[in-house]
């Protein structure tokens, strides 16, 4: 039994946080709310649970200074805008039906199963998510503020809020503006935001999780550790934040199961793990997630 639980930790939060989200929504709870909900008791109160009951590394569970840091990021990155998502979906509603009577129909299906619309939706928001998170690895400037996503030293269920807000402001495009045009129900809307919510925190948690045949579709936390290593040859792949199929399609797919993880974080060891001085990080001179005179 010991053995099964690893492989049930992702599918029985995930199937628990949808469904929840879905029954609120069917007993009248407004489609945000209960997205928010969810994503507040199977993300942010069972999962640091079970990081303690069940961890990858238990030396990871130890602050490290960064306790404070990442509860800041997670409140300019998540639990603010999660307070204006009602606004938000009123917004995208509104822009919707706009174009719905400009264009005289809506390109969405409309009588797909709602799992479905769900499937369809990660496939459409994860192209986009994949090619702005290579480019972030590619272009320098885009670089300078994705490292800072890099810059922890253990994973655990709070990196995944550590983002820069200039970072997380161009990665949320590919995840609205396509749902605007294809005039996306507001309820497959907030089972994405369900999804999206509890696969982030279980990616990043320290969590001893395996994904067993999951692994060639959701960028899994076995994979998602190796986009963290400190190795660039291992950092630059599994790019997925969701699913890992468009990885497998362009060839960045990486699953050795062999070995574990070795060292996580960025080459420059003195990089700044202060809120202010990762803020200030990507308008520094020269790359300073680098190593001095470091090259390629």
């Not at 468009?246 to 960025?266: A, H, N, Q, S």
Request: aromatic fraction near 14%.
């Amino acid at each position: 039994m010991r053995q099964l639980i690893p492989y049930l930790v992702f599918p029985a939060l995930m199937g628990c946080a949808l469904t929840a989200s879905y029954l609120q929504m069917v007993d009248g709870t407004e489609p945000a709310t209960a997205a928010l909900i969810s994503v507040l008791i199977f993300g942010f109160a069972a999962i640091p649970l079970l990081e303690r009951v069940l961890p990858y590394r238990p030396q990871w569970n130890q602050n490290q200074a960064d306790l404070k840091p990442d509860i800041i990021y997670m409140l300019l990155n998540a639990f603010i805008p999660r307070l204006w998502t009602p606004i938000q979906i009123f917004v995208l509603t509104a822009v919707t039906a706009w174009l719905g009577s400009q264009l005289n129909n809506q390109l969405w299906p409309q009588h797909w199963p709602l799992l479905a619309d769900l499937f369809l939706m990660l496939l459409i928001a994860e192209f986009g998510r994949y090619w702005v998170h290579y480019a972030a690895h590619k272009i320098d400037w885009l670089w300078r503020l994705h490292a800072v996503h890099h810059s922890p030293k253990r994973l655990y269920f709070l990196n995944a809020n550590r983002f820069h807000p200039l970072e997380k402001l161009i990665f949320q495009i590919p995840e609205v503006a396509p749902f605007v045009l294809l005039g996306t129900p507001v309820e497959v809307i907030a089972m994405y935001f369900t999804f999206n919510g509890i696969h982030g925190l279980t990616q990043h948690s320290n969590i001893h999780i395996k994904g067993g045949l999951l692994n060639y579709i959701f960028s899994l936390t076995e994979l998602h550790r190796w986009h963290h290593s400190q190795k660039i040859e291992e950092s630059d792949r599994n790019f997925g934040n969701n699913l890992i199929v468009w990885d497998i399609v362009f060839g960045t797919f990486f699953y050795p199961k062999k070995r574990e993880v070795e060292t996580i974080g960025l080459l420059n060891p003195e990089y700044p793990q202060s809120l202010s001085g990762q803020m200030a990080a990507p308008f520094a001179k020269r790359d300073i997630s680098k190593p001095e005179g470091w090259q390629k």
